[in-house]
Nanobody, 119 residues
């Protein structure tokens, strides 16, 4: 099992910025898709942004133009740069990685990091 370790959450005022980081540990695997999901209280987990190994990105409509996702394939890391934050961005953010090991595809999740947007 590939482990994902997240960091960078916290409390930020509306209109502020925050960067989340996620790094995968281990060896003997390659990561295809990496992404960030979020889950607000009482709501289902939703995709925020994803990025392929080739750099193609996908964003939820609610964050387009405000969030950026990028990855470092050498470090096996993915980052979510969040800007113009709104109170409705408050949620637990989870890192996700789809990886291949010995010809099989697996899915791994981080432990989650809290992002709170409030004045």
């Amino acid at each position: 099992q590939v482990q994902l370790v997240e960091s960078g959450g916290g409390l930020v005022q509306p209109g502020g910025s925050l960067r989340l980081s996620c790094a995968a540990s281990g060896s003997g695997f390659s990561i295809n898709l990496m992404g960030w999901y979020r889950q607000a209280p009482g709501k289902e987990r939703e995709l925020v942004a994803s990025i392929t190994s080739g750099g193609s990105t996908n964003f939820a409509d609610s964050v387009k133009g405000r969030f950026t996702i990028f990855r470092d394939n050498v470090k096996k890391a993915v980052y979510l740069q969040m800007g113009s934050l709104k109170p409705e961005d408050t949620a637990v953010y989870y890192c996700n990685a789809q990886y291949v090991r010995v010809g099989s595809t697996y899915n791994s999740w981080g432990q989650g990091t809290q992002v709170t947007v409030s004045s």
